[in-house]
């Protein structure tokens, strides 16, 4: 997630310098073609503009979609960081010998209550993991320019700040060795967790640490991290149906094609003077970058979850539940906050 307030001007070059380079070019030729009479073709402004109009509206139809993936993916962490919270305060106020018919030492308590909210952690973490794994339609997965870029743009303004933290997050530090190696052989480890966390809760409820009452409201709140689970997972593995995130490509593509004949005719035609035909580069060029940004952005902001500078700051959120719960249980030794980089808080 961008955190500056504004984006500056040299990391946006940085981040569309080649899109200005091949709309500059493009325009370049065209400009010269006109320039030396080899081309005289005219489209006439009136149906290029209700072209640009047309498109417009289609790729700020996929924005407004686009954006609506990402803050629905940042609402429901924000449901997975309240919950977190009050699963901690249960555990933490729950677990007791208050209904147990041997009562056990406070030392194996705390252990329990530190077992409950340690898987928690492991399944945010494990979570996570799972929301950063590629799938088809993203851009990591592409192939040719459009997947080297991605690469570059994951570790220089995405998951590639993080390395530092990697070793902080290891499911093994939250798991006993035994059921750290059996629930990482699943399939969908974050679901395991939860179901773990469930037989740990029917144990208890055995032993009498918990009664029914807290049972079910514990229990309750498992159902509720498999629904806010199985939310991002919809996000994750559901595309933004391709009709709307690939069409305005080519629309977009169609319009910057057929700009060049019309407007720089017309711009030649305005100002008199050989530099007429040069000034119209750039004005024509800048009006291309505007449409292929409005692409761009909808393009990168459709799939919040792929390791980039606009995804959800997952590891940050996850930290700050992780330093929450731990407080809970009385914890002084904490992980730091993860803080942002060069910009970007992941």
Request: a neutral charge; proline letters at 4%.
């Amino acid at each position: 997630m961008l955190i500056t307030k504004g984006i500056g001007f040299s990391k946006l070059i940085k981040w569309t310098f080649h899109h200005v380079a091949w709309l500059l070019a493009l325009m370049g030729v065209v400009a010269a073609l006109y320039h030396y009479n080899i081309l005289s073709i005219h489209i006439p402004w009136l149906p290029i503009s209700v072209i640009g109009t047309a498109v417009a509206f289609y790729v700020g139809f996929k924005n407004n979609q686009a954006y609506d993936r990402m803050w629905e993916a940042r609402k429901i962490w924000g449901g997975i960081i309240n919950d977190s919270r009050s699963w901690g305060m249960m555990v933490d106020g729950f677990v007791s010998n208050l209904f147990a018919d041997e009562k056990i030492s406070g030392g194996e308590i705390h252990q329990i209550k530190q077992r409950l909210i340690y898987r928690h952690i492991a399944w945010l973490y494990a979570h996570r993991s799972q929301l950063l794994i590629a799938t088809p339609w993203e851009h990591i997965s592409q192939d040719g320019a459009i997947g080297k870029t991605a690469a570059y743009y994951q570790k220089n303004f995405g998951i590639g700040l993080l390395d530092d933290e990697i070793t902080r997050t290891e499911l093994k530090l939250f798991l006993p060795p035994t059921e750290h190696d059996r629930l990482i052989a699943h399939v969908n480890t974050a679901t395991q967790i939860i179901n773990e966390q469930s037989r740990d809760l029917a144990e208890l409820r055995e032993r009498g640490l918990i009664e029914d009452f807290r049972h079910m409201e514990l229990a309750n709140l498992l159902r509720a991290f498999y629904t806010l689970q199985g939310k991002n997972e919809r996000i994750k593995k559901f595309p933004l149906p391709r009709q709307y995130a690939n069409m305005s490509r080519y629309f977009v593509g169609i319009f910057i094609m057929l700009l060049p004949f019309s407007m720089i005719p017309e711009l030649m035609r305005v100002a008199e003077g050989g530099w007429a035909v040069w000034l119209s580069v750039p004005i024509t060029a800048l009006i291309g970058w505007v449409y292929v940004m409005m692409e761009i952005v909808g393009d990168y902001t459709e799939n919040p979850f792929q390791g980039m500078a606009n995804d959800i700051p997952m590891m940050s959120l996850c930290r700050v539940i992780e330093i929450d719960l731990r407080e809970m249980l009385g914890e002084t030794d904490l992980p730091p906050a993860v803080k942002a980089k060069d910009g970007v808080l992941m």
